[in-house]
């Protein structure tokens, strides 16, 4: 099937998420209301609601990569990395990433939780690895063949 690398964002009023919350607890418990409103308040002052409404609907968010992964992004990066038209200076415009390596993955950031590894290229037409987060939703994987470099093969 195709892979839709898309995303959907849903608003869910707080309050049916500390009813949610306040349920998932045993009804003897004396304190129950005072923990879901600390746990809620605390997490409405962290702007983390959303991972307690995750957590309580099942849901892990879930990244469908690895570390050491080769994967390819459409997302845009601001170098001068885009082949100049003949007779005109190299200059800095967006492109898209294209082939990249998983460096690190952190689950528990808001929505980007995957860091990977790329060539950026500098107004010398100097290739260097560079890094940045990204959200997983924006990434396939590589273009076959792909092999990604080091900084000393980039160094050559």
């Known amino acids: 099937m195709k892979t839709f690398n898309k995303s959907i964002k849903i608003e869910v009023r707080v309050d049916m998420i500390a009813k949610k919350l306040l349920n998932s607890m045993k009804e003897d418990n004396p304190h129950r209301e005072l923990v879901t409103e600390a746990i809620i308040g605390s997490a409405l002052n962290t702007d983390t609601v959303h991972f307690l409404y995750n957590a309580l609907n099942g849901y892990t968010g879930e990244v469908n990569f ?91």
């Open 66 to 156: 690895e570390e050491g992964q080769l994967v390819s992004t459409e997302v845009q990066v601001y170098d001068y990395g885009m082949e100049p038209i003949e007779g005109e200076a190299r200059k800095q415009q967006y492109r898209p990433i294209g082939d990249a390596k998983i460096v690190e993955i952190d689950e528990y950031r808001r929505d980007e939780k995957v860091k990977i590894e790329f060539v950026s290229v500098n107004y010398q037409n100097r290739k260097s690895l560079t890094t940045q987060w990204v959200n997983h939703t924006k990434l396939a994987e590589a273009t076959e063949g792909y092999e990604h470099p080091t900084a000393e093969s980039l160094k050559a």
